[in-house]
């Protein structure tokens, strides 16, 4: 279940091991890829390109993908055990982790997750409406979505025009109005998760310049043992790049203020978003293990828009256990202990497994590590033959389920091609599932 990195990943370790076995992909939108579609920033479309090896999978002939279907609505996990001999859950983490804070909800306030897929065109958050009319926008948290959702803001209209980025998000971030983005964190410079490239990225915008507090450079001793730790070789290429936003100038139409140890309290406003209240925090700890606890002194930041962006997490699956704290289905290697009368075997992988970390290539080895564990298992799951797909095609066809093949997604991909052909855009993505049905079968 899940046709995004984890899931192909899945599918080529059990396409590639010493059993024949036939594996179905199956997945809730029209079309596949996950994260590589609709989490990817438009303007890193290289990052994108392992979109082909997900593909070389997809034609291996005892392979097939299902999309626009749904577990829990079009199927149960009792049919499943009926069709299948094991299912892997790939269905990473679809949504976002709260602040916790009064007013976390207002009108202005969004998740990253909802903004990262406006931009991407992804079904569900097509018809989302951010106002950009103001010129100050926040986002919380330093990871890499963090400055993903940043430079989106900061870029020009022609910096983003030839990307893929969806055209409903282009024409409105056209009209945007913001001119200060504050990129905020409740931890240090070293503590920052962004990566090298990403950072430095920041800094080579056209109308955009970066700026850190050279006070905010000021380290502690255990802050220096963190920058100097020969694991994390990144804290120290970060932290020259930002030593250069501390002293740039500005000379652009734009700019964004990146903040340490400062941490969210209080959302403002009457009707929508207003200013955010925020508390200074300082670290307390042994080194690798500091904590931001807060001082009691507070600050605001006057914004119209505030992106939160503090981790994803995992949504619970009809039948499945489901660990709310850490947003991840409870499992050993992969395994999930299992409640169905006729102890179907369950197994997890990718962000729904581990929680999100790492990067597009990380769940490879992770997925390697769940089929592994499956493999194991195959003497405990009997030797009683399974319908496999047929049954299931069929129960979706009593259903009126349309289901769409990989062939069916090829066809999609090609008519998204020729659309952005004219705009001198790699594609123009369909945003909404009716149109990718009726592209599917054109």
Sequence with gaps: MGSGPSGFYAAEALLESEYTTEVDILERLPVPYGLVRHGV???????????DTYAAIARHPRFSLMGNVSFGKDFTLQELADCYHAVIFATGAATDRKLGIPGEDIQGSHAATSFVGWYNGHPDYRDIEFDLSGESAVIIGQGNVAIDVCRILAKSTDELRKTDIATHALDALAESRIREIHLIGRRGPVQARFTTKELRELGQLSECDPFVDPDDLLLSETCKSELSDVREPARARN?????????????????????????PREARGGHRLEELVLERTRLVGAAGRQEAVGTGETVSIKAGLMIR????SGLPLEGIPFDEKLGTVPNKDGRVAMALPNGFPVYVTGWIKRGPTGIIGTNRADSMATVATLLADLPSFGAQPKPGREALVSLLAQRSVQSVSFHDWETIDQAE?????????PREKFTRISEMLAASSA
């Excluded at 920033?41 to 979109?51: E, G, I, N, T």
């Design 417 to 425: 091609k020729a659309r952005g052909l004219p705009l001198g855009k």
């Design 41 to 51: 920033a438009p303007d890193h479309p290289r990052l994108k390109d392992v979109a």
């Design 239 to 263: 932290f020259e790049i930002f030593r250069g936003f501390a002293f740039r100038r500005q000379e652009k139409p734009k700019c964004c203020r990146i903040h340490f140890c400062l941490g």
């Design 309 to 312: 962006s503090v981790g994803y």
